[in-house]
């Protein structure tokens, strides 16, 4: 999230009081290790994304067959 402040206008109010950070904007700190862990996650994700993607699109396949084995079942796509 980005927030613009004009030099001269309106005042606003932290949401927190303490600390001082960010120009007594905002108070407290990042999570860093949540921030590091998120980012390392969105890595892994995105190096494996083709098989886990078309290991979903066996187990949907797997699951439609057995499914239009039944003659109550409709399958809408």
């Known amino acids: 999230m980005v927030s613009y402040i004009k030099k001269f206008g309106r005042h ?8 001082g ?7 407290g ?6 921030i590091a862990s998120m980012a390392k996650s969105l890595r892994l994700l995105m190096e494996d994304e083709s098989s886990s ?3 979903q699109i066996s187990i949907k396949k797997i699951i439609y067959n057995h499914l239009d084995k ?4 409709t399958i809408f796509f």
């Open 12 to 19: 606003i109010e932290s949401l927190m009081d303490g600390g």
């Open 21 to 27: 950070q960010e120009s007594n904007l905002r108070s």
């Open 29 to 34: 700190t990042e999570n860093l290790p949540a």
């Open 53 to 55: 993607v078309n290991n």
């Open 70 to 73: 039944f003659e109550n079942v």
